[in-house]
């Protein structure tokens, strides 16, 4: 298994900046380690489906949806099992709850939250005009 648990959401007013965290842990996840694995931070606000925002390869490629490419950045520190969402220029339609999610293989920039098998519990962010 592979538990999956994100930190870092909160209310910030429009401009603002948050920095998003997932933890990853679980036997299966150590084995993950050494093959290849893709970690993804989707989005979902009041009333709409989940959308993809990023994702980050175990090999540091990185992608991110245009309507948060030059805001967001992601990140990882492999020594701490831990994937980063650091974001900036908050608008207010960036309010949802954001959730971590993984899955074994690479990602290519079509990716869908549909091949995520194994997702965090969600952390909400709130940005406020």
């Known amino acids: 298994q592979v538990q999956l648990v994100e930190s870092g959401g909160g209310s910030v007013q429009d401009g603002g900046s948050l920095r998003l965290s997932c933890a990853a842990s679980g036997y299966t996840y150590s084995v993950w380690t050494g093959s290849r694995y893709c970690m993804g931070w989707f989005r979902q606000a009041p009333g709409k489906e989940r959308e993809e925002v990023a994702f980050?390869?175990?090999?540091?490629?990185?992608h991110l949806v245009l309507s948060v490419k030059g805001r967001f950045t992601i990140s990882k520190d492999n020594a701490k099992n831990t994937v980063y969402l650091q974001m900036n220029t908050l608008k207010p339609e960036d309010t949802g709850t954001y959730y971590c999610?993984?899955?074994?293989?690479?990602?290519?920039?079509?990716?869908?939250?549909?091949?995520?098998?194994?997702w965090g519990q969600g952390t909400q962010v709130t940005v406020s005009s």
């Open positions: 980050i390869n175990s090999d540091d490629s990185t």
């Open positions: 999610a993984a899955r074994l293989g690479y990602c290519s920039t079509n990716f869908k939250r549909i091949d995520f098998p194994h």
